[in-house]
């Protein structure tokens, strides 16, 4: 986990760097980011050319120093690795991000436009991604994005320990210095579709809509209230914290017992977050083991620090209202209306890894009592911008269908995507990595559309 530095420290750091004739470093970025090279502007105190050198590959320098799983990419692969000492990249990185917005860095002048007029669905990480690259490449950019707020999962899905919305907003700011023009509260579908956008004169449409709809578990007692999904959770708590809702609207109260189900990142956001709100137990629960886990090392960690509980090996079966909660525990209370339409425990069976690794459900069954459960178990995308738009395909689970050449283009001519909507939930580098692959596919499109069209003139 990243790190805040002063300049002494970092400086120090960055003199750590053994300067490799092969640096793995590089290796281990999934955007291949020079770290090599800013790393030795920064031993130097040249952060300016450290920033740069940043610049060239990545948009969103601040946010990916603050949630990059560095310990299993860059630092991973770092030689003084293999010593348990390796370079603290990730906290170099947000140091030197930091360090450009407060002095006002801005390497790369603004797009002309010139080169084309591109359309950006969406302003999670993929879109942002997109619409840098292009607009650095002199490519007119409009980002249009359904939330009054541009920023999508990182402004909205992780949460504000891990990462400050502030730092979402003065990179997006960055892009906005770039050229590239953001429209909310626009949602491309319902209210404007890929057509008309192509009808507006945009040459090419990059879609980065995600994974919006969350998945559910199909079980006996799933229309009892007190049942959230984690990607909801997590979104009102960022609007009730900021003023944009009601603080009720978050549905945990001040001693609710939790359970998150499921075990990525993205069900110990919601773990940890919940436990910052009652102080009532918040128990995350998993049908394998805790090395069987999806989530970063150093987030279990965490969570468990700060008072996060874990039941590893438990299937949930059904959830229980408080009428079948009493009659299950042998347990007497005054009857009321809300005994049948109130979450009160989860039924759970118990699970056993046998010797050959298999999950094998024995054991009996147990009940976990709570008051709330946060569902962290998929999502998958929705379908506004396919149901409106003729020509793009999707797999039978709703992804979108790209190609190889270009990089990216769906099965419709001019309409590009990529994220978490072509390749499924993944993290925030990831789903740069494929972006910027996918900018240069739209490039590379464009340029060849305004060649034959020059060529028929």
């Given amino acids: 986990m990243s790190k805040k ?29 020079n770290i090599p090279e800013f790393v030795r502007a920064l031993s130097e105190g040249n ?22 799983a560095h310990e299993k990419q860059c630092e991973a692969h770092c030689i003084l690795a293999k010593k348990n000492s390796a370079i603290s990249i990730g906290s170099l990185e947000m140091f030197i991000a930091d360090f450009a917005h407060e ?13 084309g007029k591109v359309a950006v669905i969406g302003s999670g990480p993929a879109g942002l991604t997109v619409a840098g690259d ?11 994005e359904g939330q009054p707020e541009p920023g999508g999962v990182l402004l909205f899905g992780i949460p504000e320990f ?14 906005r210095k770039l050229g590239v023009e953001i429209v909310t509260e626009k949602l491309i579908g319902p209210d404007m579709t890929v057509d008309d956008l192509f009808a507006q004169g945009y040459d090419a449409i990059f879609m980065g809509t995600g994974t919006a709809l969350p998945r559910t578990l199909d079980i006996p007692g799933q229309e009892l209230s007190g049942i959230l999904t984690a990607t909801y959770f997590l979104k009102v708590v960022v609007l009730a914290d900021s003023g944009k809702l009601d603080k009720k609207e978050v549905l945990i109260h001040d001693d609710d017992d939790v359970v998150v189900i499921g075990a990525g990142n993205v069900a110990i956001d919601a773990a940890r977050t919940a436990i910052r709100r009652t102080s009532g137990n ?6 394998k083991t ?3 886990m999806t989530c970063l090392p150093s987030e279990y960690e965490a969570a468990l620090k700060e008072g996060v509980q874990f039941k590893f090996l438990k299937k949930p079966l059904g959830y229980l209202n408080k009428k079948q909660m009493r009659a299950l525990t042998n347990t007497r209370a005054k009857a009321s209306p809300a005994d049948e339409t109130e979450l009160a425990g989860l039924l759970v069976q118990n699970i056993v890894k046998d010797p050959e690794g298999k999950f094998v459900e024995t054991g009996g069954q147990e009940i976990i009592p709570c008051d709330s459960v946060i569902l962290a178990v998929g999502q998958r995308p929705a379908a506004r911008i396919v149901s409106t738009t003729k020509g793009i395909q999707v797999d039978d689970r709703g992804f979108v269908i790209t190609k190889e050449r270009p990089y990216g283009m769906t099965t419709r001519a001019g309409v590009f995507s990529s994220g978490d909507v072509v390749h499924g939930p993944k993290t925030v580098v990831l789903a740069m990595k494929e ?23």
């Fill in 103 to 115: 002095y006002g860095l801005n390497p790369v002048p603004p797009s002309t436009g010139k080169r």
């Fill in 435 to 457: 972006s910027k692959k996918v900018a240069a596919g739209i490039a590379q499109y464009i340029d060849a559309k305004k060649l034959l069209a020059a060529c028929e003139e």
């Fill in 290 to 292: 805790a090395e069987d």
């Fill in 162 to 175: 891990r990462l400050e919305k502030e730092v979402v907003r003065r990179e997006i700011n960055i892009l």
């Fill in 47 to 68: 952060i300016g050319n450290a920033y740069e050198t940043i610049a060239e590959r990545s948009n969103l320098p601040a946010i990916c120093g603050r949630v990059c």
């Fill in 5 to 33: 530095m002063t300049m002494q420290d970092a400086i120090t750091e960055a003199k750590r760097c053994l300067n490799c004739s092969r640096p793995l470093c590089r290796t281990g970025c999934p955007i291949e980011n």
């Fill in 134 to 144: 292009l607009a650095k490449m002199d490519f007119a950019v409009t980002i249009f």
């Fill in 282 to 287: 918040v128990t995350v629960l998993y049908h």
